[in-house]
């Protein structure tokens, strides 16, 4: 195998997006000793943001449109597939310190049957934000759609795998889509993002197909921070278009008839009476 010019390549998808915001999640990436290049994949119908791409580091690319998120993605996964041995899928609303991606990166190298991990996720107030799911039923996601959150409580909640404590490293079959740390031959082997998905239910669908070849994980020995402003809540048409991609999702893996979902769940829900020490920590304090 040849040498890969980039220890770890990341792609951020523009939509006329704050300024502010990115800049952080640019300053976060870059803050490494790692060899890294970052993607800016603007969807915005002009221009404007190309400002932020001030680094030899980052590489520029406009659509003119609206193309979708796992499309823009996918124009710079397929550039880091050659370039690099990992790459992140990052959200604009994302950032942390230095140091994450380091450890990130030599828990990988350690865990070579690791296709995907997940840092341990935190609202800027420090609250622990619950993105380790099982695969869903219709039910999960109508329920998180459409039912206020003080009704049943406990099927969110084991829903969400939070009987678990989020201080453990576990394998889950649906990682958040806001930092997708990946391992590039995960890409060769399973695909990229299904651009039917404009927009939602990517990351599910995503995360779902590298499980069934390698270890997805949850890794809580090191955080970053997700403003994560929810805004298929908070507006009618991102709301559909949420909705339409989680009908998408279902018609691609069946709805209330899906043998392998059920199976995937059981062994996920039993890891609550399993050890996972035998994976190769880069700190000697865990």
């Known amino acids: 195998m ?37 993607y800016l994949v603007d969807n915005s119908p002009t221009d404007e943001l190309k400002i932020l791409a001030d680094s030899e580091k980052i590489e520029y690319i406009f659509n003119n449109k609206n193309i979708g998120y796992g499309a823009a993605h996918n124009k710079a996964i397929i550039k880091s597939v050659e370039e690099s041995k990992y790459h992140i899928v990052l959200n604009p609303d994302v950032y942390f310190e230095s140091g994450v991606l380091e450890k990130l990166h030599d828990f990988m190298e350690k865990n070579q049957e690791i296709g995907h991990i997940m840092p341990q996720v935190l609202y800027p107030n420090g609250e622990i934000q619950y993105l380790c799911k099982l695969l869903p039923t219709p039910i999960d996601l109508i329920l998180r759609m459409f039912v206020p959150k003080r009704f049943f409580k406990e099927h969110r909640k084991r829903f969400d795998l939070q009987d678990f404590g989020y201080n453990t490293i576990m394998e889950v079959p649906f990682l958040s889509g806001c930092f997708i740390f990946m391992r590039t031959k995960a ?19 995503l995360t779902r197909r590298i499980h069934a070849h390698y270890k997805t994980i949850f890794y809580p020995h090191t955080s970053i921070f997700h403003r994560h402003e929810k805004a298929s809540k908070k507006s009618m048409k991102m709301f559909w278009i949420h909705t339409l991609n989680i009908i998408k999702y279902f018609n691609k ?11 995937i769940n059981k062994r996920i829900l039993s890891q609550f009476e399993k050890d996972y020490t035998n994976l190769k920590s880069p700190q000697k304090n865990i």
Do not use: H
């Not at 893996?253 to 199976?263: L, M, N, T």
């Open 2 to 38: 040849s040498q890969k010019k980039y220890s770890i390549t990341c792609s951020i998808v523009l939509y006329k997006s704050e300024k502010e915001e990115v800049q952080r999640a640019i300053k976060s990436f870059l803050n490494t000793v790692l060899p890294i290049k970052l």
């Open 187 to 205: 890409f060769q082997d399973v695909g990229m993002f299904d651009e039917r998905f404009f927009m939602y239910a990517e990351d599910i669908d």
């Open 253 to 263: 893996w069946g709805w209330f008839f899906d043998k392998e979902r059920r199976q």
